[in-house]
């Protein structure tokens, strides 16, 4: 067995093009969290609202919220489907069309009424395919080699990541100049729908799941091993049923709460920094999204130094660390608002939070103990989906209060770079509270492979 594994070798060709499903995700959404809130800003029954902000913020975690409800769920009926396009394919082929159409006219609608009707669509639509287009690789690859397979899965969406924001500056290059903003959105919202297409046609006709179909007689065997497998593993939910000492549920409390607060804050910024910007530095929206990208690559680059430094120092002083170093940065750009800080403080701040990304979910699986890993994955997930839900209404609200402090009444977008460090230091005061975790009894690959299957 030990040979065999070790003779294994990934098939880079096709997990490559498995990828492709993985880059149409990314496409959409970056485009989609770098353009929407500017054009819910600025429709015009919005901006007659008293809390724009915060209106702005509750349609803005509609993705979140359908993630939570619908994608594990669409996931499970896909482990669960047979076709003769294979298990996964099928909700490729029908969910990515359909998103292409709904995301073309998002930029075009502005009756309200319609715009959230196509958004809500949208959103639902995504969550059917998100799940089983994550899935493929595994479906694909041993699990001995997915800690590699995922590494090459992301790389294709951090090419979806790079295309939706230099989309901006692509479309601007090829439209005659003087083209107004809204026209140049206009097109790159059909930019992403097309590479989306073009990302579903190279995983049906190059993946090819294979023919899954099955007979009546044995669906209702595996229905029936499905049910006692599910209710055998099944227990009492809750952190008190944990079997946790005091200490160490005291320790994993403090750190979901200051991974609520952590992911509170970068969600916030991802979410909100375009509109920011555009409207407090005078930056093309095209040129906003890039900055974005800068921080999403800062934190890519960071994640291998971040990994070692917390086996060398320790994973709370390593996160500890991040923490305070972005802290330090964003404090320091509010304050100054000199313009070469921004660019110190979204790629220093980018890779210092891989300090921290990298080294909480092994924290918290090293509490749990490696006889609980899916339940301690589960309570990750849910500190880190929660505020993705609450962090934009939260700032949407606060947008609204700035207002009432301003002589001229309009919203001062700057307190998003007090919010988020507030959010940090509240992490911190957390973090101090946290006093297990640290011996590593659970290997890096299964780590690698549980934060890759969810």
Known sequence: MAEKIKKARLN??????????????????I???????????????????KWAGLAVGIIMVIDNIFGVVFQPLFGRISDRTHTRFGKRTPF???????????????????????????????????????????????DFVPSELRSEGNAVINIMGGVGVVLGTVAGKIITFIMPKGTSEAVIRNNVFIFGAVIM?????????????????????????????????????????????TGLSKGELKSLIFMLVALFFNSNATDSIQTYFTTFAKYELDFTE??????????????AIGAIPAGKLGRRFGRKRTIMSGWAGVLALFLLYAGTKLQFLLYVAIVCGGALIAFVTINTLPLVLEI??????????????TATFSA???????????????????????????SLFIYAPVCFALAML?????????TQTISDEVIEEIAQDD
């Open 31 to 49: 485009i989609y969290n770098a353009y929407v809130p500017l054009i819910l800003k600025e429709n015009e029954t919005i901006q007659n609202l």
């Open 286 to 299: 095209s040129n906003a999204s890039l900055i974005i990208a800068l921080f999403a690559a800062a934190t």
């Open 92 to 138: 490729l082929m029908i969910g990515i069309p359909l998103c292409a159409l709904f995301f073309i006219f998002i930029p075009r609608i502005h009756i309200i009424g319609i715009l959230m009707l196509d958004v809500i669509v949208f959103n639902f639509i995504m969550s059917t395919w998100r799940s089983p287009v994550v899935a493929m690789m595994p």
């Open 368 to 381: 749990g103990g490696p006889d609980r890993l899916g339940t301690f994955t589960g309570y990750y997930y």
């Open 197 to 241: 297409i073009i990302c579903l046609m190279v995983v049906v006709f190059l993946v090819k799941e294979p023919d899954n179909r099955i007979s009546k007689a044995e669906i209702i065997t595996r229905e029936a091993e499905f049910k006692k497998d599910k209710a055998k593993k099944e227990g009492k939910g809750g952190l008190k049923s």
């Open 430 to 438: 957390c973090m101090t509270q946290v006093k297990h975790g640290e």
């Open 388 to 414: 993705s839900i609450v962090g934009p209404v939260l700032v949407g609200g606060m947008f609204d209060v700035t207002k009432k402090f301003t002589a001229d009444g309009n919203t001062n977008y700057w």
């Open 12 to 29: 880079y060709g096709k997990t490559i093009l498995i990828g492709f499903g993985f880059m149409s995700v990314q496409i959409a959404w």
